[in-house]
Structure formats: structure tokens, C-alpha cells
């Protein structure tokens, strides 16, 4: 039976991971017509009705990175959607009035994002690349996904600090086993299991279940929530080092 984490040890807050180098790789995707494909979401209220905490993280690339594009409605973000940047340790939230050049921006593969979700639920529908940036074939049993991309996530950490709290977005949409992650310090690379043995971040990632407004830690032993990173969550991970980058597998080829 999984058990929530006490939300009092978390960060009300989280990290901006600005992945410059995939929203180049989806502007050449566009470029050369590539296959789109559509993401869904649901985002949820709390239980009472009242606002309720998503975590969230796209799904792909998308094709139109503006907030308003990608969740459809300005007014379900003014003012309740936010990200952390990872430099200053800052929260920033999106206000429509400073965008689009302010400074929250677009919305980014491999970034963790907040939203405050008000009375009812809502499904949100975005156009993006194919998973993990692959190329899709029909076979027999349904779409192959091929040659997709392993994903680099940077863990720097607060200016001068040794390492601090991350929002790292999940940035495919297929799951991956957290154990065959790996972190590097620039020098070695081990396995997330090693990483955090070696002191480098904590292990038991925190993520939320905004259907039951639960926290839980990803866990190998599925005792605190789930062994597999899962499409759209966002993971608060608190590092102990800085510059820190996780590399997330994107796997073998496999059927969808």
C-alpha cells in the first residue's frame, strides 16, 4: 500500500529546466514536416471543489511552445501557472501581461511546472513531436517508435550553493524505469541508485496525484509510490551538489 509523503517537506516551489537545444531540435522537426502527434492532460481541482495542485510536464516537444497555445486558455494560467529557475531559485509565475517577452516564456520539454486548478477539472490538448523525437512506422501490433533521443536534464542548483530543490518535467510520454536513470557531475556517470548513495541528490523523488491531491516519492520498491518515471508529472528533486545532469533513457524501440 503506497503512503503520501507529508507535503511539509516539500518545496512549494520548483525549477526551470531551460532545455535550449529541443526547442531547436522541434523547430527542424517542423521544418522537415514531421510527424505531429497530440498530447492530452487532465488537470484536476482538489477533492472539495476548492484550488488544487497540479504538477505538471509536457509530454513532447511541443510545436507552439506559447503557455496559452499548449493549455488553451489564458485565464486557467494568469496568475496560476509557475516555474522555478534553477539559477536563482526563484519561482516565477506567468501573468499575462508580461508575455509574451516576459519573463516567464515558453513552455519547455524536461521543465516541471506548478498550476493551481480552480472548481472543475479541465483537459488540456497540445500538437507536438513524436515521443522521445523518434520517427514512427506502422507494424503488425500498432506504431514502432524508433531511434528516439535520451534526454539530458541540468540539476545546477542555486548560484553558490551546493546543489538545492529541482522541478524536473518527465519528457517523454512513455514510462522509463527510475533506476536506469543516470547522473553525471561532469566527470562520472553513474546510476540514480549510486548517484544518491554517493550523497550527489536524494533519492525518492517527490510527485503529486492531482486526482487525489496525494503526494508520493518514486520508489524501486513501490512502498511510496511508483518505480517508473510516468508521462506528464513533474518530479521535485533536491540535489546535495551542484551541476548535476540527469540522463533519462528514452529505451529500445517498442510499440505503442
Known sequence: MKHTLTTSRLLKGGETMRIACLVVMACLLLAVGATAATYTQILYPDTSGAYGANWIALKAVPFDPNPITVFGSVDLIDGTLSRLDPVTGNTEGYFSFQEPDGPFGNMLLGEGY??????????????GAVDG??????????????????????????????????????PFSHNVLWT???VTDGNETV???????????????????A???STYGVDPDEIMGSAYLEPGNMYQIFTRKANLALIIPAGDDYIK
Request: glycine share 12%.
Open 114 to 127: 506548478w498550476l493551481n486548478v480552480t472548481t472543475t477539472s479541465h483537459t488540456i490538448s497540445y500538437q
Open 133 to 170: 523525437l523518434g520517427t514512427e512506422s506502422t507494424v503488425t501490433e500498432g506504431t514502432k517508435i524508433s531511434s528516439m533521443t535520451d534526454m539530458w536534464i541540468s540539476l545546477p542548483g542555486p548560484t553558490g550553493e551546493e546543489g538545492g530543490y529541482h522541478w524536473v518535467g518527465f
Open 180 to 182: 536506469d536513470v543516470k
Open 191 to 209: 546510476p540514480v541508485l549510486t548517484a544518491v548513495s554517493n550523497g550527489w541528490l536524494d533519492g525518492g523523488w517527490a510527485y503529486l496525484d
Open 211 to 213: 486526482a487525489t491531491q
